[in-house]
Structure formats: structure tokens, C-alpha cells
């Protein structure tokens, strides 16, 4: 666990040593800060509906981006074959690499709960479904991060890492807009597979077991998968 801590405590702290961090906060905030006010003054709506619908997607640019760095970096250094000869597993450089991320996107969701709160003061809030939505959005980004970690165990290029990982969680968000394209006998399959319309459930407040287990699901395969590629660089 001190190995664990040690490499969270570090990571968390290295998001904020780069712009990295800055700039992915910044136009997280400016993108989803611009289709909420355009929702709540222009359209005069006032309810986060737009906003958890849009997380899906912009998460898939955003997440991949604070991620691509954090193993293919390790490998362009030379700092990962260093990291083996320390009393430190994958598992533990991997957790807390995961760990960091999970928490950077908890505080770039945090300005964000702005939103609800200004809408409360205008109108009757049913707060259900805005816990679920942040739920839901912290699960959605640990999913991407877990696949973001993959594709940059993948690659020494972080910008090759950063490419993959958008496009694979960019597939998983808009998967379930895509079924009209497909086969009657398998749509059900396809949008089971889709993180859209899982986070959608939770995000309307709708707790189901099922869909917390889609994400955690994508969580252990996309760490699992990220050990066996970094034990096979042993």
C-alpha cells in the first residue's frame, strides 16, 4: 500500500508540475460551460440533461489526453526499466498511475457542480438524478482511463497513445447512435456494449447493477490488459 500511495501521491502531483492539466481543465470547463449556459439562458432550460448527455463524448478527448502520457512516457524515459529494479509491482505502478487520474477527473468535475447549484436557485431541482449523473461520470472516466492506460502501455507516442484511446472511447460513446446501421438480431448486443447508454441510465438516476458492472467491468479488463502488456516489457 505505501508503494501504491507513493506512486498516486506522485502522479497526482505531476499533473500539476505540467500545462498539461491546466489547459485539458481549461477547455474541459469552457467546453461544457458553453453548452450549459447556451442551455440555461438561450434555450431557457433549466436542468442538466444536456450536459451529462454530452460528458460521454467530450470525455472521450479529454481523458485519453491526460492519460497518454503516464506509461509511454515511463518506457521513452527509460524510467520504467528503473522503476523494476525497486521493491514495486506493476500492479502497484499501474493502481496508482489509474488512481491519479480518477482523481484529476473528480476535480475537474468539481467547478461543475456550479451548475446544479445555480439551477436550484431558479427553480426546483430534482437532485436524483444530478448525484447519478456524477456518479455516472466518475465511473465513465475511469472506464476511459483504464482503456487510456492501455493504449499508452501500447505506444512509446504519446500522441499515438492519445489517437487510439480517443478512438476507442469515442466508439464506445457514440456506439448506440450507430444502430440503425446494423442487424435487427444483434442491437441489443451492440448497445450493451456501448457506454452511452449505460451512463445514460445512471445519469437519469435509474441505479441498475448492471450498468455499474459495465464500467467496472471496462476498468479491470483495461488495467488487467495494461499489466500483462507491462510484464511482458520485464
Same mark, same amino acid.
Given at each position: 500500500?505505501?508503494?501504491?500511495?507513493?506512486?498516486?501521491?506522485? @502522479?497526482?502531483?505531476?499533473?500539476?508540475?505540467?500545462?498539461?492539466?491546466?489547459?485539458?481543465? !481549461?477547455?474541459?470547463?469552457?467546453?461544457?460551460?458553453?453548452?450549459?449556459?447556451?442551455?440555461? +439562458?438561450?434555450?431557457?432550460?433549466?436542468?442538466?440533461?444536456?450536459? +451529462?448527455?454530452? *460528458?460521454?463524448?467530450?470525455?472521450?478527448?479529454?481523458?485519453?489526453?491526460?492519460?497518454?502520457?503516464?506509461?509511454?512516457? @515511463?518506457?521513452?524515459?527509460?524510467?520504467?526499466?528503473?522503476?523494476?529494479?525497486?521493491?514495486?509491482?506493476?500492479?502497484?505502478?499501474?493502481?496508482?498511475?489509474?488512481?491519479?487520474?480518477?482523481?484529476?477527473?473528480? !476535480?475537474?468535475? *468539481?467547478?461543475?457542480?456550479?451548475?446544479?447549484?445555480?439551477?436550484?436557485?431558479?427553480?426546483?431541482?430534482?437532485?436524483?438524478?444530478?448525484?447519478?449523473?456524477?456518479?455516472?461520470?466518475?465511473?465513465?472516466?475511469?472506464?476511459?482511463?483504464?482503456?487510456?492506460?492501455?493504449?499508452?502501455?501500447?505506444?512509446?507516442?504519446?500522441?499515438? !497513445?492519445?489517437?487510439?484511446?480517443?478512438?476507442?472511447?469515442?466508439?464506445?460513446?457514440?456506439?448506440?447512435?450507430?444502430?440503425?446501421?446494423?442487424?435487427?438480431?444483434?442491437?441489443?448486443?451492440?448497445?450493451? *456494449?456501448?457506454?452511452?447508454?449505460? +451512463? @445514460?441510465?445512471?445519469?437519469?438516476?435509474?441505479?441498475?447493477?448492471?450498468?455499474?458492472?459495465?464500467?467496472?467491468?471496462?476498468? +479491470?479488463?483495461?488495467?488487467?490488459?495494461?499489466?500483462?502488456?507491462? @510484464?511482458?516489457?520485464?
Amino acid at each position: 500500500m505505501s508503494a501504491l500511495t507513493a506512486i498516486w501521491n506522485k @502522479e497526482f502531483k505531476d499533473y500539476f508540475l505540467t500545462p498539461i492539466a491546466y489547459m485539458v481543465i !481549461a477547455v474541459f470547463l469552457v467546453v461544457v460551460g458553453w453548452f450549459f449556459f447556451s442551455t440555461f +439562458f438561450i434555450k431557457n432550460q433549466a436542468n442538466m440533461q444536456e450536459f +451529462f448527455q454530452l *460528458l460521454p463524448i467530450v470525455f472521450a478527448f479529454v481523458v485519453p489526453a491526460l492519460t497518454m502520457r503516464l506509461i509511454s512516457e @515511463e518506457i521513452s524515459l527509460g524510467s520504467y526499466e528503473l522503476m523494476g529494479t525497486l521493491p514495486v509491482r506493476p500492479r502497484h505502478i499501474i493502481l496508482g498511475k489509474f488512481l491519479a487520474c480518477l482523481c484529476l477527473i473528480a !476535480a475537474m468535475l *468539481l467547478p461543475t457542480l456550479l451548475y446544479p447549484l445555480c439551477i436550484d436557485r431558479v427553480g426546483d431541482l430534482d437532485w436524483g438524478p444530478v448525484l447519478g449523473g456524477y456518479l455516472g461520470a466518475l465511473l465513465l472516466g475511469g472506464a476511459y482511463a483504464a482503456i487510456g492506460m492501455l493504449t499508452s502501455s501500447l505506444s512509446r507516442n504519446q500522441i499515438v !497513445a492519445f489517437i487510439v484511446g480517443a478512438a476507442v472511447c469515442f466508439a464506445l460513446a457514440y456506439l448506440q447512435r450507430m444502430l440503425f446501421f446494423m442487424p435487427e438480431a444483434i442491437q441489443g448486443f451492440v448497445d450493451y *456494449l456501448g457506454a452511452g447508454s449505460h +451512463f @445514460e441510465n445512471i445519469a437519469q438516476g435509474v441505479l441498475d447493477i448492471r450498468d455499474v458492472i459495465y464500467f467496472l467491468s471496462i476498468v +479491470f479488463l483495461g488495467l488487467y490488459a495494461t499489466k500483462l502488456v507491462l @510484464e511482458s516489457k520485464e
